[in-house]
């Protein structure tokens, strides 16, 4: 990524702490950076700390610098503006217009990507005036993430608790990268995916497993909710890459284990994706004490074939036992064999499945597994085959959403069909549901 001019706004919000990294991961990266907080922000974090974090001064009011007009020059330059925390006042102020301080005027110069990250207590988080403003800044185009639920200021816990650091950047880098990656047009979706790789036991201390670190489901589980679907993650092994702020996550071990979350589950979905890594195979049998070494050299250890998942959903949705409108999505992680390549064999796993789209990765040799990066190709029921360029994993998630949206029936889903109800990270319009 070449060098961008990063704006940062800051809000009067305790958790302007946090935003303290975020700069950092962008000063770090060889990028341009300057913090604009509010003046409550500096209640919180001083103006000495944002200016030793950016390389750049700081300032908050308009009236700073006016030979240069500022609040224009910033603006118009920036590539990327991340408002963090985004609190309740402020984004009132952004949607109203006002310029009653460097960073509200700036917002309104800049024709780049604007990611608003909300924190608050769950009472503002959920009031009306702000469950407006935010559907008032996603129609403008703005990102506004749903913020992560967990501890608040005191002994308070809820909605409105602001995402890690790493996902805030993680999600600006997407849109540094591609512009148009966070529309919000998942809203009310209800979404299984899976991820990691499973553990097949031999003992109380070994296991069979795989390579897989979890990064890309993850991945797709993080962007997925940001775009307004209601996520359960079903995670195996993985290798932290970190909880997706507002996502239901349920932790498996074994094969067995995740084709009884997934099938249970995939019963009320609109979109299942399998993005797990799960082992072809399991021991016939577990011994209760550590496998010793023998004299004779290590024991036979004897396979049963496990269960196939996907092909399992696709034909509970054939048997009725899944909405026949359910969008199911396969991965492929293939390194090609004699007998064809990695797009040959996944064309050939497309076939067999039936799943509606299928992600088809080179893996072995340093490729997907475990790595930040990924790439590969999309291939649809209908024949389509497109690539996936080489980029990060959360860049290659939204292309596989941007899909996966296109396919979901928008009259199948009750928040997308006129009714009212909206994601589940938001107040519904139905006042009885709402006390």
Known sequence: ????????????????????????????????????????????????????????????????????????????????????????????????????????????????????????????????????????????????????????????????????????????DLLLTRADALPYDLSGVRMVISAGGTREALDPVRYLGNHSSGKQGYALARAASQRGARVTLVSGATSDPGEPASVEIVHVDSAREMQSEMTTRAADADVVIMAAAVADFRPTAVAGAKIKKGDDGPSPIHLDTNPDILAGLVADRAQGRIPRSTVIVGFAAETGDADGGVLDHGRAKLRRKGCDLLVVNAVGGGKAFGTEDNTGWLLTADGRETGLPFGSKTLMASRILDEVAALVPDGQVPSRAGTGERDGNELTHNPERNR
């Not at 009011?61 to 309740?88: N, Q, Y």
């Not at 102020?93 to 917002?107: F, K, N, Q």
């Not at 024709?111 to 009306?128: D, G, I, N, Q």
Request: proline share 5%.
């Open 1 to 172: 990524m070449s060098k961008a001019h990063i704006l940062i706004g800051v809000g009067g919000g305790i958790a302007a702490y946090k935003v303290c990294s975020v700069i950092r991961h962008y000063t770090e990266a060889g990028h341009d950076v300057r913090v604009m907080p509010t003046r409550a922000a500096l209640n919180f974090v001083g103006a000495a700390t944002f200016e030793a974090l950016s390389g750049n001064p700081v300032s908050t009011e308009v009236f700073d610098d006016v030979d240069e007009v500022a609040h224009v020059a910033l603006g118009r330059r920036a590539d990327l503006v991340i408002v963090a925390p985004a609190t309740a006042d402020l984004m009132a102020r952004a949607v109203a217009g006002r310029a009653d301080d460097l960073l509200t005027a700036s917002l309104l110069t800049v024709s780049c990507p604007v990611l608003f990250v909300p924190a608050m207590h769950t009472e503002m988080w959920e009031h009306p005036a702000t469950v407006a403003n935010v559907a008032t800044l996603r129609s403008r185009g703005v990102t506004v993430m749903t913020p992560a639920v967990g501890r608040l200021t005191g002994t308070d816990s809820g909605a409105g608790r602001m995402p890690e650091p790493a996902e805030i950047a993680a999600l600006g």
